[in-house]
Structure formats: structure tokens, C-alpha cells
């Protein structure tokens, strides 16, 4: 049986004592543009959930935050071409967001006569996983190679590997994704051989021959931000800033792409790794790709995708409105009514399905621990 709702413990922005009920709700997407009940409702999510064939790649998040201060507008897919070719374009609409994205087939970096570089298609392509392995973003491990050396001759280091992954900070590790393509530091002949270039772009911060370069390694930050719909690592940047420990490069302020685009807030930039400083930023709850958190939404929005849908190259669906009603314990037998807000709107064209997952928090007297939280009573009812 699903595991469909459940009562935690947690804390409001002002560091006051909350008890949240989280409800979750799998819908059908219908070819009409309609969401029906599915018949099989997703269990609630306690753990992360990481990617079994590709090492480091975040697959989902966690249900249970007590508090997340946007929704989170996640799409686990595939652009699609009607014909192979080398290039086309997709987007997501829901509510007042939408993200529209470059896509490339497989390219490569030549270096033409003089010193000027070319990128140049190696194939045609019908489809792309909209997976941030495929974004812009990787590891320069040319570069990284006498960082590499050094810690490898530690004798300290000798066995931390195996608890620890000490290069995962490295500079020539692209701090917003890790795992993606293009990022280079040294354009040694080697490095340029080896180099894919991202399938998937922002058409507003297009990677060219001109800037594709990383001259600075400390200033990463002005390269492109890597764009995508799956969740987004909690340990890359910005997200892991919003945690409050992370180190602000020098130089990072409000002009960095992130804040510009108003797809994240200033606060991440005071972040900082003294415990004596640092403060926990909500934000770090929302797991969302940049671009795709929303202020509240409520449900009832029309959303679009086009070159997403398998079936379909425009595909327009409107978010089921039934809305949960959701009272939390009060103690001494009573239940208290709160206000839900819809915390996560998981899209999945692939399987036709629709996960909603709702929050209704009010206040508490003292954190619980699970052991009292299992037995203290709570009500979700939809309408």
C-alpha cells in the first residue's frame, strides 16, 4: 500500500516550531489535456534518491521539507524533433514560468588555421535526455591531473578516498554541474580532442567559440549557467550556497546570471563557512532546475510543452485543482485547519503521470520525535 501522506516536525523562517502534513497525489495525464486519478498513487520520499548507472547524479529529492519557500517545478524527460536534425528548440510553460532551451546535436571543438577555434556538429539527433549530463558544466581532469598527483602522493590521503571524495571542490570542477559537458580551463590539444560541448542551452547565454574558455578558474562563475529540468543536486551551486556554509568566491555579487535572471535570491550571497555566521536559507529546500520555481502555486494552471511530449509537439495540460484539506495535531484531541500550499509538481511525458505534493503547517508547541509523530493524529481529505 502507498504511503501517500505524513505528519513531520520542522521549523518556520522565523525559527518557530511547526508541525506540516505533507499529501501527495498521482494523476494520469490524459492526450485531452485532462489529469484523472491514477491507479497507482506514489509512495511519499524520506530519502534522496541517487542515480544507479551515473555516479553523483541526483535522481529525486525528498518529499518531506516541512517548509519549502516556492514550488518546485520539476520535468523528468526527453526534447524531442519531429525529424533528425542539428539543432532545435523546446520549451515548459506553467503559470507565469517558462524556460526555453537550445538544443544541439553532439559537436565538437576544432582549432582552424591561426588561433581560432570552430565548433563543428558531429551528427543529427531526434531526441535528448533533458538531463544535466547533457547541460552545460563537466571537469576539466586534464587540468585537475597535477592537483590529482599531489593528493594522491599524500600519504594522510592514502585512505580517505574511500570515505570521501576530496576533489569533489576542485576548480576545475564546474561548481554549478559537475557532471556536465564543455567546461575547460586549460585548452591544451588533448583536453580540445576529448571535449564534448552541452546538448542542452539557455538561448540568452549561448556557449561559442569566442567564450567557451574558462580563462579564469576562480571567476567560474562567470561562465553560462547550465539549464535543464531534473532536479538539481543539492551540493551545486547555487543551491548548496542557500545552506549557509559554502565559501563566496571573490569577486561573486549581484551580477552573477542566477540573480540577474531572478532565478535565485541575493541572500545565497551570505553564505559563509563560519558556524558562528552562517544561516540556513529556505531556498535550500527548493530542488527545482533554475528558471523553474514559482512563487506558490495553487493548482488550476494551464501548463505547455513543446518538443517535450512524446506523442505531441505541442501539448497543453491543465493542473488538477483539488486542492487537499489538511489539519495538523493540536493537541488534547483537537485538529488544526491549515492553509496547503503545493510544494512540488512533478511532470513525467514519458509515463503520462502527474505527482502533486502538498504541505498544510500551523504551529506547534515543541519539536517531536518520529516515535511521537507516528502516533499523533492528523486529517487529509481532498476536494
Known sequence: MSHT?????????????????????????????????????????????????????????????PLKPMTDVVLKGKARSIKEVENFSASIEIGKLGMHYSIFADRKVYKAEGKEYLFQYENKISEIPLSYTHAYGGKDLDAEKSLRDIIEAEESFKYTSEVLDILAGSPYRYPRNPLGKGYIVEPTESTLASLELPNIENPYQLLSPENFICKNVLEWYKMPVPVCTDWLHPGWFPRVAYFGSYTIPEGMDENISEIKNKWASESLLNSNPDPNVSVLDFRACNGASLGLQSNHLTGGQQ?????????KQEFVFTIPKEIPIIKIDGRN??????DPVLQTILIEPELNRLTLVWRGSGK????????????????????
Not at 8 to 31: D, E, F, M, P, W
Not at 303 to 311: A, D, E, F, S, T
Not at 333 to 338: M, Q, S, Y
Open 364 to 383: 506547534a508547541l515543541r519539536p517531536y520525535a518520529p516515535s511521537e509523530l507516528a502516533n499523533m493524529p492528523y486529517e487529509v481529505s481532498w476536494r
Open 303 to 311: 501548463c505547455r510543452l513543446v518538443n517535450i511530449h512524446p506523442q
Open 333 to 338: 484531541g483537537k485538529l488544526i485547519n491549515t
Open 5 to 65: 501522506s505524513q505528519q513531520i516536525s520542522g521549523l518556520n523562517k522565523k525559527g518557530k516550531h511547526i508541525l506540516s502534513v505533507i499529501a501527495k497525489r498521482t494523476y494520469q495525464i490524459n492526450l485531452n489535456g485532462s489529469c484523472t486519478l491514477h491507479e497507482d498513487q506514489e509512495s511519499i520520499i524520506e530519502d534522496y534518491v541517487m542515480n544507479e548507472e551515473i555516479d553523483g547524479l541526483f535522481e529525486q529529492d525528498i518529499d518531506v521539507y
